[in-house]
């Protein structure tokens, strides 16, 4: 089974609109961690926010915050007052503390272009 | 402060070659992790080098292998280098008790023909 997953492929949004990408995971481990990273097309993954299993509170850094439902297994990335800049691959990952420890499990990634 | 350098930035191989690739961490930073990422594909762990060990792998075969040195920095080394070998190459670095903290290199594109 897929550790990570996300759905959407693509994604389009108005400029200064939010957007919601979407993540689902799997893991039997009670503690582990949430993040999402950002891959413009120079290649590098910028990270971008994180949660962990037992944060009771959904994290949120500047425009960027992650909708965590523990119950559904998902943690959903929403960016809002999109910019131009924001265009770029998006990536879910999950780190387990106990099953795989130090292996970070990618999802196949959400195209995210945002329309000026 | 620099962060995670890799080198080369680019690199043509030809089938049945070796390759080395290498990585610096970021100042501070003790561990370093390496991730293949296919073209269109999420980036997929290879393994994680602590003191100069190989702490964890992921599924790769044993064509691949990697060194870590005294002050960190580390090298990827792939042989026999198959068609399907070619992706991004990222590198990661964090401290070790560090459970948030990674941060990624700019990555090395190879490509196999």
């Known amino acids: 089974a897929q550790k990570i997953t996300q759905t959407q492929p693509g994604m389009f949004v108005q400029e200064k609109e939010a957007v919601t990408l979407d993540c689902t995971y799997d893991?039997?481990?009670?503690?582990?961690?949430l993040f999402w990273y950002k891959q413009p097309s120079s290649g590098e993954m910028i990270f971008l926010i994180y949660?962990?299993?037992?944060?009771?509170q959904n994290a949120t850094e500047g425009r960027y915050s992650l909708n965590f439902q523990k119950a559904r297994k998902s943690a959903n990335l929403v960016i809002s007052a999109s910019q131009l800049g924001d265009s770029a691959m998006y990536f879910c990952a999950m780190r387990e503390a106990y099953n795989t420890g130090n292996q970070f499990y990618f999802g196949t990634g959400t195209s995210l272009t945002v329309i000026p | 402060d620099a962060g995670v350098t890799q080198s080369p930035t680019h690199l043509i191989k030809t089938r049945g070659q070796q390759v080395t690739l290498r990585c610096s961490p970021k100042?501070?930073?003790?561990?370093v992790s390496w991730y293949q990422q296919a073209l269109g594909q999420g980036p997929q762990f290879i393994f994680q080098y602590y003191e100069e060990e190989e702490r964890q792998r992921g599924n790769f075969p044993d064509r691949f292998s990697g060194h870590q040195f005294p002050n960190y920095s580390s090298e990827l080394n792939v042989n026999a280098l198959l068609l399907g070998d070619s992706a991004l190459y990222l590198c990661?670095?964090?401290?070790?008790?560090?459970?948030?903290?990674?941060?990624f290199g700019p990555g090395t594109r190879l490509t196999v023909t």
């Open positions: 949660q962990g299993s037992y944060d009771e």
């Open positions: 100042s501070g930073h003790d561990t």
């Open positions: 990661a670095s964090s401290p070790d008790r560090g459970w948030v903290e990674q941060y």
């Open positions: 893991t039997s481990d009670q503690s582990y961690g």
